[in-house]
């Protein structure tokens, strides 16, 4: 049967197609269509499925597709898991018997989708699984462990900033005895930051979380603190860069008008999404400052870089905030030297090397 099913390339466009177009029902078709051409239902939520969501957050990238549309893609994404995991007649996935799990996202984390698709796959492997959805409080999170004794927490998380509370997530599940696997792109493509927050295991996909569980997590019996996965945290400069977050913001700004008169110009709609372009950036900073990685930063960076590009802003705008910033970190130089870095990636200057660090 596997031999005559239709090609995933020709599934995913026709997918495409419907979400573009904002048809729930020819979306569900086609799901359904490649059912009865042979293809079973996890590789239906990964390789097409899976494959359109990434496409989709592609194009509102690029510039290709709207905000708005991008909304309803997935929203119509979402519904075509249902239907096809609880279509009429599937029956139900056999009894869970390889015990039980919960799925959730990050607190502060409203990107469920990653999480959707591996609570459906480990279902269908036969788990029994308590997806919470996003944005799950961390006290919730760990009254539930309380309540339910899981054989491990996957946790979620696709914006490098929840990075923070991610490991808060992670060392208090820990401390009630429950394995912690991570997942999602915030915890970085080889799973570097899973490891740097002390999570028990990391997967990239659903199909690896399915084999890390099946391979068996053993229960964590150390309590440890924060500070025993991020000795560096001592010299205080997150903490610092998060509590005087409104501060930088406020001052940048300032001294943005009065370096670049046209901004006092703005409508309070530009200037509103240049503030909050600014507090992104301190964000991003914070958050490298916590994990003691740069790329963190300078990747936000690129990426934002790129969004602004295909929407005809410069990647000279975001260098001029930079320099401003390094103003307001000279008592901070791993942040002063992250953010120098940024600058100068981004307007092609080569970057400056750390005192002390090999050239």
Same mark, same amino acid.
């Given at each position: ?7 995933? %390339? =020709? ?6 197609? /419907? ?7 020819? /979306? ?8 009865? %051409? ?27 597709? !709207? ?98 509370? =991610? ?36 997967? =990239? ?69 240049? %503030? ?11 958050? %490298? ?8 930063? !300078? ?53 400056? !090397? /750390? ?5």
């Amino acid at each position: 049967m596997s031999g005559t099913r239709t090609p995933a %390339a =020709a599934l995913r466009d026709r997918l495409w197609q /419907a979400v573009l177009e904002g048809s729930e029902h020819d /979306a569900v078709d086609v799901v359904r269509a490649g059912l009865g %051409a042979g293809w079973g239902e996890e590789d239906l939520l990964l390789d097409v499925v899976a494959a359109v969501q990434e496409r989709i957050g592609a194009e509102w990238a690029a510039d290709r597709i !709207t905000v708005a549309q991008e909304h309803a893609a997935t929203a119509i994404n979402e519904r075509v898991i249902t239907a096809l995991v609880h279509r009429p007649g599937a029956g139900r996935p056999s009894p869970a018997h390889r015990g039980r799990v919960t799925v959730a996202c990050v607190d502060g984390e409203w990107h469920a989708f990653p999480a959707r698709l591996v609570a459906e796959v480990l279902r269908l492997r036969g788990w029994w699984v308590d997806y919470l959805g996003a944005q799950t409080p961390t006290p919730h999170l760990v009254a539930h462990q309380h309540q339910t004794n899981s054989d491990a927490v996957l946790l979620s998380g696709s914006i490098p900033t929840h990075l923070p509370t =991610a490991h808060a997530a992670i060392t208090a599940c820990q401390a009630v005895g429950v394995p912690v696997l991570a997942g999602g792109r915030a915890f970085g493509e080889d799973g570097r930051f899973a490891r740097a927050l002390g999570a028990d295991a990391w997967a =990239a996909d659903a199909r690896g979380a399915a084999a890390v569980l099946e391979a068996g997590l053993p229960r964590p019996t150390a309590i440890r603190q924060v500070v025993d996965d991020l000795p560096h945290l001592v010299d205080q400069e997150y903490t610092m860069v998060v509590q005087s977050r409104s501060r930088l913001v406020k001052q940048v700004l300032t001294e943005l008008e009065s370096r670049f008169p046209a901004m006092r110009g703005y409508s309070d709609a530009q200037r509103e999404r240049t %503030a909050e372009d600014l507090v992104h950036i301190v964000d991003f900073l914070a958050t %490298a400052l916590y994990v003691d990685d740069a790329e963190v930063f !300078t990747g936000f960076l690129g990426w934002t870089a790129g969004v602004l590009s295909a929407r005809g802003v410069p990647a000279r705008s975001l260098v001029a905030g930079l320099d401003l910033l390094t103003g307001q970190l000279h008592d901070f130089p791993r942040g002063l030297r992250m953010v120098r870095e940024g600058a100068a990636r981004l307007d092609g200057r080569p970057s400056p !090397t /750390a005192p002390g660090a090999p050239v």
